[in-house]
Each structure stands twice: as structure tokens, then as C-alpha cells.
């Protein structure tokens, strides 16, 4: 599973792990990194040398990871760090004295920050900014050079703030001009005039840069090491590998409730989890301001932490603990007069992430003359499995409810594997079964170059009917795997974007504490993630770098993104071996992919919503080779007006279209939930709106400015994607059927 979306998930939500005592221990990270060095050479695939070479990666890894935008290093500190640091990291790492490089670089980052605020503070509070000068800033500026020096790095700095204070006049600007034309309040009446909201943004990260500890550190350094060797292998901390380890479960032990730092200092409550603790205990609501955390609830006023301007990772931390304790939130009301709090005490439970689960759907299809068809479709998010007790199992919840689709006799079957960006490498072996006789799934090589073949676990199939695999560029890792194997058997067509993202290794989590001296503090010493195999496809081509592509190819504005493991800094590389011995592969033809790519073909040709997104994909390819913003505001209106207008001629032709789209789906289409809680309860199929998002797990905050977009929603809840997947599958079986009957194949 991709580390960010671990990291999303994890940090939005309180959850416990820690006891007081193991808090109030540290490690000593000197040694931690001189064990990881160690790890690193005994365990990557890559058995890179460790010398001056991947040195000089260490540090512009680090210094990157600190400054991806080389808005605050000079080129003067560069070349000093370089100097002091860039040809002996490995050795610092070897001899146990990395933290000291490490912090030095750390702390000048730390200081060219609330050089750079300070900055921001006159500019914002000096001359007025022209903006009907001729003045440009760079969209991204991560192969840009570094400011030569502070001279560089002060006008480079004046342009940001200038970019950041135009972009937040215009969208005031275009708020109240939306607002008036559709007769509504204005949503920026009461907001911050726009200096105010730049500095508040600026001082709340320099708030962020300022609150680390020597941990924080040596997660930023042994990162960006572990990083240097590819990009998955990591390293994380205590408190990272927890957030990761709860993240695998889909269950969390916390409130329930989804947080956001906001620019003045606050945490926001944007979400509460339906019969979550927070929505039983039912005093917090949503646009609630959190300012003040006691996590031990003791009712005493000193204990009470003070989160303004913390980092959201540290106010989870504060509001996480075991499960039946307390935790009391001071907390300003939303809608209450200014200066009013309050304190709400909530017992913290386990919540389930109800969004991150398999789910199911049965769609009747009518097909004309020929009645109608039953085509299911499994939605899985991840491949979440329970590593430590086992209790939960992503394959277990697919099999659930892969079996009632087949007892409801479908027709053809959907894999939605969009957006999951992996997780358990067994997991996907045995959920590869469930459509494959026993076979090979995968073949996982070795630093060594030995390679084991890894087969399905079922004997027959589930389900062996027509069936469609959805993916995009996000789908990754244990995606493409299954992906991946259903291709080369022949077993599924593949459809999406151009291909997955293109992660084919495999990492391995290592306690780093194990490796301590006897005497050490080792449980917040943190793990080592670290790259061991390479995974390959049963014909014997990997998916690194190259993902799984697809049969059958839908536009996408990501197709102009520089998304993927090809963009990733060292990436290993594409390579193949020898096929799987007893592989055996499907006949090809029975996919029937030329005619189903002719009939795909011509409804993406006749289709306004793919036209839109093809011409979005133009324009978005010509901005990033232009990599350029201007700041002069005539300019800037301009651009924003011409694409109002593009999108209100959309919206106006959208309405009209999915009006009558809407009308005919209800006529041809109806729909059948299945979630894991009603196969547990044995309950009968539901039919549902999939356009209605009231049954969903969490209540949101409504943002501000949500009432002012008047993009019409796709009809029927099905997106372009989806749709085009269903009538695909759709296809494949009335071809299938029909060559079954002609005898073709049986």
C-alpha cells in the first residue's frame, strides 16, 4: 500500500496505540541509523554500494524532502552542506554520528523558514503589490536551480508571497461574482481580507517546522536515506508504523471523527463517523473548533494542551488512546459567539472505516429483446489485511461477497481496483484464485535472483464468468498483481487509464529495536520498510516502472500528470524473466478485446463527457510544459472568465444530457446494495440510488463554497469510467453468449 495513502488515512482520524511511559522514552537515533545503514546493505534488492556516490543521494534526498520547491535552501547552503556533508553521510551513518549532520541541515531549514515569514510579514504589510506588472512565477520548481544567495532567495520569495496574495484576491473575486450571479451569500463576506489569510498560512507552517523533536528529525534523515535506495523502501517511525499497522486493519480506536488544521491555528471537525463515539456521545458537531486537548481527562485546567497551530499528526496523538478512556476536547461551538467554549468528553472506541471496505453492487441491465442482464461489481479500496491477530481480511470480505453475487446468478462481474494502491501480497493470491483455476498468481524474485512462484490457493474458481478489471494510475502494488494475472490468463479485460502506476517490489517491515544494543531504548527505535523482492507477472514480465496496461483505454486527465513509478525518483528498473512454469493461459480470442475496443471506440466518439476530458487533458499537458503563472491580474481574469465560461456551457449542456440520462437509467437500470454488515445479518438485496449519499458511514462539513458549484452530478451516480465499464462488460457477455451458443467456445 502506498505510504501516502496510509498517511492520509491515518492522520484524519484519533485513534490509540501508546502508553504514557513509552511516550516519555526516546531513542537514541545515532544508533538507529548506524543499525538501518547495516539493514540497508544486508537486505535491499539493490545491493548498492555504500560509498560517496549514494552519499551525495542521501543529502539531495534530504534536502529535498525538506525544500521539494527550493524555495528556502540558497545555493550558499547547499554547497556547504555538500562540503561538510555530501561525500561522508555514509560514514556519519557507519560510525553512529548522522544525527548531528542531520540536525545541522534540519535547523538551517528551520531558520531560512522564519527568515522567509519574516519576509512575507513586510511584504505584506509594505507597498501594494502591482499587479499589472509583466511578472511570472514557476507553476514547479523542482528542477529549478537554487537561490544563489539571500539576495536570490528574497526576490524569488516576493513573487511566491505576490502569487499567493493575487490567487487569493481572485478567488474572493470569483466567489462573490458566482455568489451574485446565482443570487446567493456570499461565502467570502466574513472570511479574512486576503494578506491576512497568506500570513496566517505562512506562520501556521513555520508553527509546523518549529514543533519537531529529535524523532521528528531522524524520520525526516533516515527517510530520505531509506529513500535513496527506491522509493518504497522507508523508514518509519513508532508512531508512523502504528498509523500504518491500524491503516491495514481499516479499524481505528479513537472518536470517530475526521480533522483539519485550519490557517488561524484551529483543528476543525470536517466529518463525524455515523454511531462512531464521538456521534453517540453527540455534543461535537461538524465546523466545531478544536483549541485545547486533555487526553487523560483529568478535569484539571493545566492539563489541558494548548493545539493552536500544532501539527495534525500531534493533535491525533493527544486525542488517541486506549480503548474505554476519555479524552475531554475544549471546543469552540460552530455558529457561537466568538470567544465561546466548552468542554466535551468522549469515551474512546473502535471505529470502522466503512469507506475503506469491499462493498458490492448488483445492477440489472435491461439488454432490448434479449430481457436483461445481471452484472455485479466489487469496489475494493485496499488490500487490507489484520498482520498481528487476523481478525480482518480483505480476500474473506471479496469471497463474502463474490459468493452472493454468484448465488443471485450474475451475469458478468466488475473488479473496481481504482484508487487502491495495494497492501498484502497474500491477500491478492488468494483473491486471484477466487477467479483462476490453481496457478501460478505471481513469481517473486530475490536479491539473490531466485525467484518462487506463488499459486492460487483454491482448487476451481468462484466464479468463472465474463468479468471486467477496472484500474487507473493510482492502482498499485497488490492491484497489479491481480490485475496483472487475470491479463495474462486471459481471464479479464482490462479497462482505464492508459496503465496502473507501476510499483512491482515488494518491501518488508523490520524492527530496527531488535537490532539495539541489550540496554538500548528499542520500542521507539522505529522500522525499517525495506525493498527485498521484485514481483513479476506469470508470463514473466514485471510490473515496475511499466504497471499493467490496458486492453481497452479510456481518456483520462491523469494521462497528462506525471503520475507513476517512472516519475519517482530511483525507481529500479523494468525487467523480465522466464514465464512460470505451469502457467497455462486462457485462449485470447475469448476476451474478444478488437471488437469490444470497436465498440468502446465508438461510444468514447460520441460521448461529451470523454470529448471534455480529452480537451482537458490538451490544456493541462500545455500549462506543465509552460510551467509559468502570471501575476498580472488582467491577465489572470482573463484565463479565470474563459474557463467560467467553458464550464458553464458544460454545466448547461450537462443538465440538459443528464436529465434525460437520468430518466433512462431509471427505465434500463436498477441497483442492489451489499455491504459486509448485511451479509453478516443474512439480510435480504436492498435496492438503492446510487446518486443518494445519505447512506454513507460519515457525515461531512459542508465546504463554504460548495453551494456555488453548479456542476451537475453524474447521473444515476455512475461516472464516465463506470458506465463505460458496465456497457463493456455488457458486451463481453452478449459476445460470449453468442459464441457459446455458435460452439466457439464452451
Known amino acids: ?80 552542506f555538500s562540503a561538510d556533508y555530501g561525500s561522508n553521510l555514509h560514514n556519519l551513518l557507519l560510525q553512529g554520528k548522522c544525527m548531528a549532520a542531520a540536525t545541522d541541515i534540519y535547523r538551517v531549514f528551520e531558520k531560512r ?4 515569514v519574516a519576509q512575507t510579514e513586510k511584504l505584506l504589510h509594505g507597498e501594494e503589490f502591482d499587479f499589472a506588472a509583466e511578472e511570472t512565477v514557476m507553476m514547479s520548481r523542482k528542477n529549478a536551480p537554487w537561490p544563489k544567495d539571500d539576495k536570490d532567495a528574497t526576490e524569488l520569495w ?30 467570502g463576506s466574513d472570511d479574512r481580507n486576503p494578506k491576512d489569510k497568506v500570513s496566517l498560512r505562512y506562520k501556521r507552517f513555520l508553527a509546523s517546522v518549529k514543533d519537531v523533536d529529535e524523532e521528528e528529525i531522524a524520520n525526516y534523515f533516515l527517510s530520505s536515506v531509506a529513500r535513496s535506495y527506491d522509493p518504497h523502501t522507508d523508514y518509519m517511525s513508532f508512531r508512523e508504523m502504528n498509523r500504518f499497522k491500524d491503516g491495514m486493519k481499516n479499524e481505528l480506536v479513537g472518536i470517530g471523527a475526521l480533522l483539519q488544521g485550519e490557517e488561524d491555528g484551529a483543528t476543525k471537525i470536517m466529518g463525524i463517523v455515523v454511531g462512531g463515539p464521538a456521534d453517540r456521545e453527540g455534543t461535537l458537531r461538524l465546523n466545531d473548533r478544536v483549541v485545547a486537548v486533555d487526553t487523560l481527562n483529568t478535569g484539571k485546567p493545566e492539563d489541558m494542551t494548548d493545539i493552536m497551530f500544532m501539527k495534525i499528526d500531534k493533535v491525533v496523538d493527544l486525542i488517541r488512546g486506549k480503548e474505554g478512556t476519555s479524552v475531554a476536547l475544549k471546543v469552540e461551538p460552530a455558529g457561537g459567539p466568538a470567544g465561546e467554549t466548552r468542554i466535551v468528553v468522549i469515551e474512546r472506541g473502535k471505529v470502522e472505516m466503512k469507506d475503506e471496505q469491499a462493498s458490492g453492487e448488483l445492477i440489472e441491465m435491461k439488454d432490448g429483446k434479449n430481457g436483461s442482464k445481471r452484472l455485479g461489481v466489487i ?22 461477497i463474490l459468493k452472493r453475487l454468484v448465488e443471485e446468478k450474475i451475469d458478468g462481474l466488475i473488479l473496481d481496483l481504482r484508487n487502491n494502491g495495494g497492501g498484502s501480497l497474500e491477500e491478492v493470491r488468494r483473491m486471484t484464485g477466487f477467479f483462476i483455476d490453481r496457478g501460478p498468481v505471481v513469481q517473486v524474485k530475490n536479491t539473490l535472483g531466485q525467484v518462487q512462484v506463488k499459486d ?37 479485460v482490462v479497462v482505464g487509464e492508459s496503465s496502473t502506476f507501476g510499483k512491482g517490489t515488494v518491501q518488508q517491515p523490520m524492527d530496527i529495536g531488535r537490532m539495539l544494543p541489550l540496554f538500548a531504548v528499542r520500542n521507539r527505535a522505529g522500522f525499517l520498510k525495506v525493498t527485498i523482492q521484485k514481483f513479476y507477472r506469470p508470463s514473466g514480465s ?42 497455462k493461459p486462457l485462449e ?34 500545455e500549462r506543465i510544459k509552460a510551467n509559468v503563472v502570471s501575476l498580472n491580474k488582467d491577465k489572470r481574469k482573463a484565463d479565470l472568465a474563459d474557463s467560467d465560461t467553458q464550464q458553464k456551457k458544460r454545466n448547461e449542456e450537462r443538465r440538459e444530457r443528464f436529465q434525460k440520462m437520468a430518466q433512462q437509467d431509471k427505465e434500463t437500470l436498477k441497483f442492489f446494495k451489499i455491504t459486509l454488515e448485511d451479509l453478516e445479518k443474512g439480510a435480504d438485496l436492498k435496492s438503492y440510488d446510487p446518486a443518494d449519499e445519505s447512506g454513507e458511514f460519515m457525515r461531512r462539513a459542508k465546504d463554504e463554497t460548495e453551494d456555488l458549484d453548479e456542476t451537475p452530478k453524474w447521473p444515476t451516480g455512475l461516472d464516465p469510467v463506470k458506465r463505460e465499464s458496465l456497457f463493456v462488460l455488457k458486451d463481453l457477455v452478449g459476445l460470449t453468449e453468442s459464441a457459446r451458443m455458435a460452439g466457439v467456445i464452451k
Open 456 to 492: 492460487s490457493e483454491n482448487g476451481k474458481p468462484i466464479y468463472g464468468g465474463p468479468m471486467v478489471v477496472v484500474t487507473d494510475k493510482s492502482s498499485a502494488s497488490a492491484s497489479e498483481i491481480l490485475a496483472g494475472a487475470l491479463q495474462d490468463y486471459g481471464r479479464a
Open 158 to 187: 516576493r513573487m511566491q508571497i505576490k502569487e499567493a496574495v493575487l490567487g487569493e484576491v481572485l478567488r474572493r473575486e470569483m466567489l462573490s461574482k458566482l455568489a451574485k450571479e446565482q443570487g446567493k451569500p456570499d461565502p
Open 1 to 80: 500500500m502506498s505510504r501516502s495513502l496510509l498517511n492520509r488515512a491515518a492522520s484524519l482520524f484519533a485513534f490509540c496505540a501508546l502508553t504514557c511511559s513509552a511516550v516519555a522514552q526516546q531513542a537514541d537515533f545515532n544508533e538507529v541509523g548506524r543499525q538501518m545503514a547495516i539493514m540497508l546493505q544486508n537486505s535491499h534488492f539493490a545491493r548498492l554500494p555504500f560509498n560517496e556516490e549514494l552519499s551525495r543521494r542521501f543529502l539531495d534526498d534530504y534536502l529535498k524532502d525538506l525544500d521539494f520547491q527550493r524555495l528556502y535552501f540558497t545555493q550558499q547552503d547547499v554547497d556547504r
Open 542 to 583: 514485471s510490473t515496475q516502472m511499466d504497471g499493467v496496461e490496458s486492453d481497452l483505454k479510456l481518456p483520462s486527465v491523469s494521462d497528462a500528470l506525471e503520475m507513476g513509478e517512472a516519475y519517482l525518483d530511483n525507481s529500479l528498473p523494468h525487467d523480465r524473466i522466464r514465464r512460470a512454469p505451469d502457467f
Open 113 to 116: 523558514v522564519e527568515q522567509r
Open 379 to 400: 469496489t475494493l479500496p485496499s488490500f487490507y489485511a489484520d498482520f498481528e491477530e487476523g481478525k480482518v481480511r480483505c480476500s474473506v470480505d471479496v469471497e463474502r
Open 588 to 621: 485470447a480470442q475469448n476476451l474478444f478485446i478488437p471488437r469490444l475496443k470497436e465498440l468502446s471506440q465508438q461510444r468514447i466518439n460520441g460521448s461529451k463527457d470523454f470529448t471534455y476530458v480529452i480537451e482537458d487533458v490538451l490544456k493541462a499537458k
